[in-house]
């Protein structure tokens, strides 16, 4: 069974910062794309930024220059380093891996919380 573990939210003042961590026991080389979606409440899921197995990255334009994603292949896992948060990044952050046959897996969700 693939699990999927992510770490490191919470609640930090506007101005700050948190780097979030999904750890999954997936065969590393099966993955493809490892990505990070929030939810907050009242709100769909939003892809919030991507990186491909060759380094291809995406982001969010209103994450643009806070937020970074970067992968180790040697550990299986992604990180998203947020700086200089604002109350609107207040969600639960999920992290998603996808895999070259096309099948994808989810963590369970994580809440961070920006207060102003």
């Known amino acids: 069974q693939v699990q999927l573990v992510e770490s490191g939210g919470g609640l930090v003042q506007a101005g700050g910062s948190l780097r979030l961590s999904c750890a999954t026991s997936?065969?590393?080389?099966?993955?493809?794309?490892m990505e990070w979606y929030r939810q907050a409440p009242g709100n769909q899921r939003e892809l919030v930024s991507s990186i491909s197995r060759d380094r291809n990255k995406y982001y969010l334009d209103s994450v643009k220059g806070r937020f970074t994603i970067s992968r180790d292949d040697i550990k299986n896992t992604v990180y998203l380093q947020m700086n200089n948060l604002k109350p609107e990044d207040t969600a639960v952050y999920y992290c998603?891996?996808?895999?070259?046959?096309?099948?994808?897996?989810w963590g369970q969700g994580i809440q961070v919380t920006v207060a102003s």
């Open positions: 998603k891996l996808g895999t070259w046959s096309q099948d994808t897996y």
């Open positions: 997936f065969d590393g080389f099966s993955i493809n794309d």
